[in-house]
């Protein structure tokens, strides 16, 4: 047998992500480069744009005039009904944002445990009152059992990282065989069982799940982050001014007869919305999120979630599965 001295220019997943590129509508070479460098190189990307590598003083800037910049297809920011007015920035005034681009859609526990034990592939868009953005709506799940846990970007980014660091889940095809050929010493592959467990253990723990969007992921979702106020890369940007996270949907609300005044669900809320008012627990419903890790922390069970139409349609996967 003839041996091979070079190795093949491209690694298998690449050709993979390459062949789901060429289907994507709306997708240019671009994109399939940006998205590239995003899975390829997540740590280095991520320490950019949280601002803690030591480049990000030089590419940021960068970084914000190209993502601020309207774009070629003239796709402008939309979908900011469910965000409180404050939030929505620029694209109130019709300006394209980060946020169009790349973002999050809070999920409870159940909604996440749902998107990793899908047992079948799925092909579906999310209309705009679940993922209330313009660009990246689509969930087309490919082998869905197929499941990769990174070291989390974000907390690998920070000098004092919460831990532990293997909370991002990968899932489906052909992200999670390009993230895991590409990072092999951060990732390890696990079963739908181990990544409830991840999720599980992370709602303990007090962080929030996301299911994350990106149109140079193919437009589509493509992981699920458990994600803390202080590491995480999105919830300091929305700190920040830039909406990229949606509301889940619900909102907590606290039955003051079952609440003791105990303060210990405050520590646990990773949007600042809980505070202590007259010796018991009350929500700013406007900060909320509805992520829902706060309900498990109080012992009286004096905390729950209610949905919130205001502030958008749960991302639920089987009725979304249903409608389509």
Not at 70 to 95: A, H, I, M, Q, Y
Not at 139 to 147: F, Q, S
Not at 153 to 179: K, M, N, T, Y
Not at 306 to 324: C, F, N, S, T
Request: hydrophobic content about 35%; some cysteine.
């Amino acid at each position: 047998m003839k041996r091979r001295i070079f190795p093949p220019l491209l690694k298998p997943s690449t050709k993979a992500l390459a062949q789901e590129a060429r289907k994507a509508r709306d997708y240019s070479l671009f994109d399939f480069l940006h998205g590239y460098v995003y899975a390829r190189w997540p740590y280095l990307y991520i320490g950019i744009a949280t601002g803690e590598h030591r480049a990000a003083k030089v590419l940021l800037p960068f970084f914000s005039r190209f993502f601020n910049a309207e774009r070629s297809d003239g796709r402008r920011g939309e979908g900011t009904k469910d965000l409180p007015e404050e939030s929505r920035g620029d694209r109130t005034r019709g300006k394209p944002t980060f946020a169009d681009t790349y973002h999050g859609k809070v999920v409870p526990l159940d909604g996440a445990r749902r998107l990793v034990t899908i047992g079948e592939e799925i092909e579906l868009s999310c209309p705009e009152q679940v993922i209330p953005y313009s660009r990246a709506r689509e969930i087309i799940l490919r082998n869905p059992d197929h499941i990769v846990v990174l070291d989390c970007p974000c907390r690998a980014s920070r000098q004092d990282p919460c831990h532990p660091l293997d909370v991002c889940l990968i899932v489906g095809e052909p992200f999670a065989s390009f993230v895991a050929e590409h990072n092999p010493g951060r990732t390890r592959q696990i079963t739908q069982a181990e990544a409830v467990d991840i999720l599980e253990a992370e709602d303990k723990r007090g962080h929030v799940h996301h299911a994350f969007f990106k149109d140079a992921m193919v437009n589509r979702f493509y992981a699920i982050c458990n994600c803390c106020s202080c590491c995480c890369g999105a919830m300091q940007a929305q700190r920040n001014g830039t909406p990229m996270l949606a509301s889940s949907g619900y909102v907590c609300r606290s039955d003051t007869d079952l609440c003791e005044g105990c303060g210990e669900c405050l520590e646990f809320c990773q949007f600042g919305a809980l505070s202590l008012r007259d010796g018991h627990s009350s929500v700013n419903e406007t900060q909320c999120m509805g992520c829902g890790v706060c309900r498990s922390k109080c012992a009286n069970g004096a905390l729950s979630l209610v949905r919130e139409p205001a502030r958008g349609e749960p991302l639920e996967i089987l009725e979304l599965m249903k409608q389509a």
